[in-house]
């Protein structure tokens, strides 16, 4: 019994990455925020370690301007996927609906993007890899799902296409094979 659990866990550990992990320690430079200001709107939002050691990604969102977004992102060395991958996120919202990108190219124009519920509670969120859209300035692109060996940057969007304030707190980013 005791080797079975123990390759269970090593199975565990080795088919698992941590894309972040938030404490109070963490360095939060490589985070940028891109809001609507970009096109001409007046949304703001932030991401800032909270003294128990999540992000808060938080800001309001101003329809102003053709505005109506804030995103926050995180670039990293290439992380091989798997088809069947997939990420989970220990999160906690405040009852808004949010986005989830990835990109495999982080110069690439477009993302890949799933829309998810928050509860108001923390919650662990998983989001398919291959369930993932192909979008661009909110449009639906002609192109299949998320079907990359890689990936390199993630984002967290809210666009809720009404004046808003939004929090979100983010624990940890998993990347599972």
């Known amino acids: 019994m005791k080797y079975l659990l123990a390759t269970l866990v090593l199975m565990t550990l080795m088919t698992s990455k941590i894309i972040f992990d938030f404490n109070k320690d963490t360095s939060m430079e490589n985070w940028t925020i891109v809001n609507d200001g970009v096109m001409g709107g007046l949304s703001v939002g932030n991401i800032v370690l909270t003294p128990e050691g999540h992000g808060l990604f938080k800001g309001e969102i ?53 829309t998810f519920p928050t509860s108001g509670e923390w919650e662990e969120i998983k989001i398919s890899l291959k369930d993932m859209y192909p979008s661009f300035r909110g449009r639906k692109l002609d192109m299949p799902n998320f079907s990359k060996d890689h990936i390199e940057e993630i984002v967290f969007l809210i666009g809720n296409k009404k004046t808003e304030s939004f929090m979100l707190l983010i624990d940890k980013i998993v990347l599972d094979h």
Do not use: A, C, P, W
């Open 62 to 114: 101003s329809l102003e301007n053709n505005g109506g977004f804030s995103s926050v992102r995180y670039r990293f060395e290439k992380l091989q996927v798997t088809k069947d991958g997939y990420i989970s996120i220990r999160l906690k919202g405040d009852g808004k609906k949010y986005q989830f990108r990835v990109k495999d190219d982080s110069s690439n124009y477009y993302s890949y993007i799933v």
